[in-house]
């Protein structure tokens, strides 16, 4: 949890690392709830059985002395953002596969430029909101990053959504 304490302390948001069982987010709910009606920010463990403030030191450990920050870092949905993603150590750049790919599997990880990814990663749209959801973007033809994965925000509103109900009414 350590990592999101910025959230916290800069925003005055409060913050709950979740389980991911319904339970576990059902309490994580209410461990946001409380924080809200007592007018704290706090950063709260609710997946105290894996989750800790330090995290897995080990793979910490493993992960830093692969890795280092990247300058930048390519987001599907996001674009380019500073200091947000790692690479390769020099000690470990012959492990690079980027080399070994062909020219074209160096494009851009882009979505269709007329999907809302971005907008809805960063809180400014809904899923249902976007033009191409539930009609040329679903998760058998996915346009963006949300709707590939079955865990992506675009993929469960689609799954979870009620039959019959207008994509572009729920609000």
């Known amino acids: 949890s350590a990592p999101f304490q910025f ?3 800069d925003y005055q948001r409060p913050v709950v690392v979740s389980g991911f069982e319904p339970l576990d987010l059902l309490q994580s709910v209410w461990l ?3 924080q809200l009606l007592e ?5 709260a463990i609710q997946y105290r059985r894996v989750a800790s403030e330090q995290g897995n030191l080990r793979a910490r450990q493993a992960v830093a002395k692969v890795f280092e920050p990247a300058p930048m870092s390519e987001w599907r949905g996001l674009g380019w953002l ?3 993603g790692l690479q390769l ?4 750049a012959h492990l ?3 080399p070994l790919l062909p020219a074209s599997a160096g494009v851009a990880a882009m979505d269709d430029p007329r999907c809302g990814c971005g907008r809805v990663l960063s809180g400014h749209l809904k899923p249902p909101q976007c033009p191409l959801f539930g009609g040329e973007c679903t998760p058998r033809q996915p346009r963006g990053a ?3 994965s079955s865990e ?3 993929a469960a509103w689609y799954q979870y959504r009620r039959h019959g109900e207008d994509a572009h009414a729920a609000e």
């Open 7 to 9: 959230i916290s302390r």
């Open 32 to 34: 946001l709830l409380g």
């Open 39 to 43: 007018g704290r920010a706090e950063v």
């Open 82 to 84: 500073p200091n947000s």
């Open 89 to 92: 150590r020099p000690d470990y």
């Open 96 to 98: 690079d596969a980027r």
């Open 146 to 148: 949300l709707m590939v």
């Open 152 to 154: 992506g925000a675009c």
